[in-house]
């Protein structure tokens, strides 16, 4: 869907035919009650290496995606990527779970954006048990701009993002314009 422009109208120069309520009226309401949306999550475990690289989550399931179906924004071609097709402000929201953390590290969820660009979402600094990570934040994309969900984290070797339920998971939805 593509944000609208939409008509100043004055009395007797603008007709109120199908095609201008067609693109004021009915395609502005559908993109409000129906925001381009897209959630993924994965079903098998990803290992985080050690160091100050971060490292992608790989999606191989689509949960849901809004956006035009000859046109969607997640594509198993680039499986790290959620990419938008319409311009706006979204909210992005993760959910990462790892179990059995083996003693004190930092670990940090962020979003980066068109490979380079990181937004924080979350960093915890954990000693033991299960770690559990929900990172959001509102970011403004243009047509092409992609997401991913990455890590890094300050532990001797690799760790594992593990599987549980939708866990891991991505969602962005579009806010506003």
């Keep these: 869907m593509i944000d609208q422009a939409p008509i100043t109208w004055v009395d007797g120069s603008t007709a109120l035919n199908d095609a201008n309520f067609n693109t004021e ?11 381009p949306t897209c959630s993924v999550h994965n079903t098998g475990t990803l290992s985080v290496p050690t ?4 490292t992608a ?4 399931t ?10 969607p924004m997640f594509a198993s071609a680039n499986p790290s990527r959620i990419t938008v097709q319409t311009p706006g402000w979204y909210e992005c ?13 930092v670990m940090t969820a962020a979003f980066r954006i068109n490979g380079s660009t990181i937004y924080q979402g979350s960093s915890i600094n954990a000693t033991g048990g299960n770690l559990d990570m929900s990172p959001s934040n509102m ?12 890590y890094v984290h300050s532990y001797t070797s690799a760790l594992t993002i593990d599987q549980r ?10 806010r506003r314009g």
């Design 93 to 105: 929201v993760a959910s990462i779970e790892l179990f059995t953390v083996p003693a004190a590290l």
């Design 165 to 174: 339920g939708f866990q891991p998971i991505l969602t962005i939805s579009r």
């Design 51 to 54: 160091g100050s690289t971060w």
């Design 57 to 60: 989550q790989t999606w191989d």
């Design 62 to 71: 689509l949960n849901f995606d809004t956006e035009a179906p000859t046109n």
């Design 25 to 35: 009226i009915r395609n502005a309401y559908l993109l409000v009650m129906n925001p």
């Design 139 to 150: 970011i403004q994309f243009g047509t092409g701009d992609y997401i991913e969900l990455v």
